[in-house]
């Protein structure tokens, strides 16, 4: 079957999220159909949906100038996949504990930004995750951490004992960033696993 | 699950370089000169913000010799905003660089704008832990820049003139010169390479690509909306606008404007209404009406 994946587009890292979703529907037998999400009218019509890598300060602005956020809380709200990564963990969490930065209350967890530091402080690292047999190389990039989790919260994987990775229902929820890499397990995990229930 | 080993990692490699370059795309940097400034781009969207000590549209009027700026300016800037802070250092002045990365900057540029501190090298950048953004005017610097270890490239453009048309010229140059090598076979590549001193490897990546191997994004003379969707148009992967923003009637109307025009670059009707009552652009300066010798983008090859 065919998978109506949507990238949310307004700033950051989307092509490379749009060729990790690809991957991962190929290892199903599947073919996802990639569209870009710069405005309003696009979310409505997706199954799957991707919040990338960038800048939480700047998506979070555009997401609301451009009126896409209220259509991200409806998918979820339909117990649609989301993954989010990075910024897009940010702008998915409760709260960012920064005025600067739109929350969209996705995830019951409130993020630190900037947890790590500067970019000098940016890493790569295996890292083990809950649900895959192998540890997966992730990258993070002035990364969030997780600070607290809901009940409704599984931890997926953590680093230096705060989390990293989160899955509240239909969202899956990563500090790093798995589109970095060829490896698509996380999308995989986010979508493959949650998409069966949803459609 | 096993435990994580959190000595297990690694700082500064190419993928978290390059990586840091990818988060910027389809983004706006804005060059600051104070936190007051940064402040401002950061609230009209900015992806992030590169500090110098005076804007090119300045540097070009002051004349004199232009350095990296005070770097505990970048300080108080990095106190401000959440956003990347990146800064200005001469061409092949390493130790500029160097204090520039200790102070957190997160992307250092390497900039045709400062007055070079080499006139034969580039600094050597695969040594640092930050990434660098460098200048390019074709496919042939570009790629030399990468294989310095440059983590992203921009066109230079001709700073400080608010004339796009030099950064229309370099885009086009680099993009029509990707596609020659994607119709090449594998001799004609290595000719290439040799006849524009472009390393092999990097040029057989990038003909297999159709891209560069690193974000491209455009600089030099982007002044209003349209200028910055016309970039995108050309697929530049993001915008840098140096005088444009603060040399504007209206800072706050120009960065806004700029940044919701690359994110509707594609739809004319929304451009018309963000380009609309935004105030004037940048007075600027033609770029036929330059002498050779005031043009920056010769600097460093």
Partial sequence: MTLEVGVVAVQGDVSEHGDAARRAAANHGEEAVVHEVRSAGVVPDCDLLLLPGGESTAISRLL?????????????????????????????????????????????????RNAFGRQVDSFEAPLDVTGLDEPFPAVFIRAPLIDEVGDGVDVLASWDGKPVAVRDGPVVGTSFHPELTADARIHDLAFFENAEAAL | MTETDIEDLKRGTDLVKRGFARMQKGGVIMDVVNAEQARIAEDAGAVAVMHLEAVPADIRKRGGVARMADPGTIDEIIEEVSIPVMGKVRIGHRKEAEIMEVAGADMIDESEVLTPADDKYHIDKRDFTAPFVCGARNLGEALRRIDEGAAMIRTKGEAGTGDVNQAVHHQRTIKSEIRKLEGMNHEERVMWAREHEAPRELVHETAEMGRLPVVNFAAGGIATPADAALMMYHECDGIFVGSGIFGAEDPEKMGRAIVDAVNNHD???????????????????????????????????
């Fill in chain 2, 267 to 301: 739809d004319p009707e929304r451009l018309e209404e963000i380009a609309s009552n935004i105030g004037a652009g940048m007075k600027g300066e033609a770029n036929a009406d330059l002498p050779e010798e005031e043009q920056l983008q010769g600097r460093g090859n």
């Fill in chain 1, 64 to 112: 609301e100038r451009e009126g896409i956020d209220e259509e991200i809380v409806a998918h979820v709200a339909a117990e649609k996949p989301v993954l989010a990564t990075c910024a897009g963990l940010i702008v998915a969490s409760r709260d960012a504990r920064d005025e600067r930065v739109e929350t969209l209350g996705l995830v019951d967890a409130t993020v630190d």
